[in-house]
């Protein structure tokens, strides 16, 4: 094993954790890492890494929702873990959109859209969309204030949204916040709920990586993968805490500069590497 492999994979690690949550695209940034630091690796293993590492920040929403998303608790009266067998039932029709669209186009979406330019143009297209949505809320009064209300209706709607984070760069926390918050949910329900449709996701679309790839991991490549998710998993802990203590007092405006800013700069770095070079 290679001791600059381990720091370029802390490092994807350290942006996946932060980025995963965050309305601000975690594969786009990877992507942009991975252009910037080059993961010594196979184009296919790195197209699976850069998915299967979501995993570790995947089980921080398991960690830290445990006992709210669990409706076997003991500690759970009868009337509660309905309730929570009631939310995985929207969780999962959430899902179904992207899951059904997702196996069917991902090779395209591999071949013609993980690109700079791609993600460039989808960090500012959403940073734009962010402001717009975030002025319209300014004095508005969401209808729906907690994951609890989300009826079966909006949940499928925002797993349509969700379809668009299919588009490196879109950020699958962002279109499905966006989507929440303009179907009338509150921040916190839009994030919450957000969290919450990534178990099923990540946990299907890394596992359909895995499959495609082929199981055909060296032993420097599973300590990689599996360094990453650690690295992913602690990060994402603080992410999501730091989200949801940050949206209980701002909107997500900061959010849509920061997106338009990183894009810019995305897209002055291509424009000027295919000039140089």
Not at 78 to 103: D, E, N, R, Y
Not at 114 to 139: D, H, P, Q, S, W
């Amino acid at each position: 094993m290679n001791i600059i492999e381990i720091l370029k994979v802390i490092v994807l690690g350290i942006v996946e954790g932060f980025t995963e949550w965050l309305p601000i695209s975690s594969t786009g940034h990877m992507i942009l890492v991975d252009e910037i630091i080059h993961l010594n690796q196979p184009d296919s293993y790195k197209n699976m890494f850069l998915v299967v590492i979501q995993l570790g920040a995947i089980l921080a929403v398991v960690v830290l929702y445990f006992d709210r998303l669990n409706p076997f608790s003991p500690r759970k009266k009868a009337a509660q873990k309905k309730a929570t067998f009631i939310l995985w039932s929207k969780i999962i029709l959430a899902c179904l959109p992207a899951a059904v669209i997702g196996i069917l186009v991902d090779d395209i979406l591999d071949k013609y859209l993980m690109n700079g330019y791609v993600v460039a143009a989808t960090l500012i297209i959403y940073g734009v969309l962010f402001l717009v949505i975030e002025n319209r809320n300014k004095y508005r009064n969401f209808e729906v204030q907690k994951v609890g209300e989300i009826s079966y209706q909006t949940a499928l709607y925002i797993g349509l949204f969700q379809l668009l984070s299919l588009i490196p760069g879109t950020s699958r926390s962002g279109s499905t916040i966006l989507g929440a918050m303009i179907l009338g949910c509150s921040r916190a329900a839009s994030a919450e709920f957000s969290f919450f449709l990534g178990i099923p996701v990540m946990f299907g679309a890394s596992l359909l990586k895995i499959v495609k790839f082929g199981f055909n991991f060296s032993g420097a490549q599973i300590f990689y993968l599996i360094l990453g998710m650690v690295v992913a998993f602690a990060v994402s802990v603080y992410a999501i805490k730091f989200l949801m203590g940050y949206i209980r007092q701002h909107d997500f405006k900061f959010f849509g500069y920061y997106r338009i800013a990183l894009g810019a700069i995305v897209l002055l770095y291509f424009c000027v590497t295919a000039f140089l070079g």
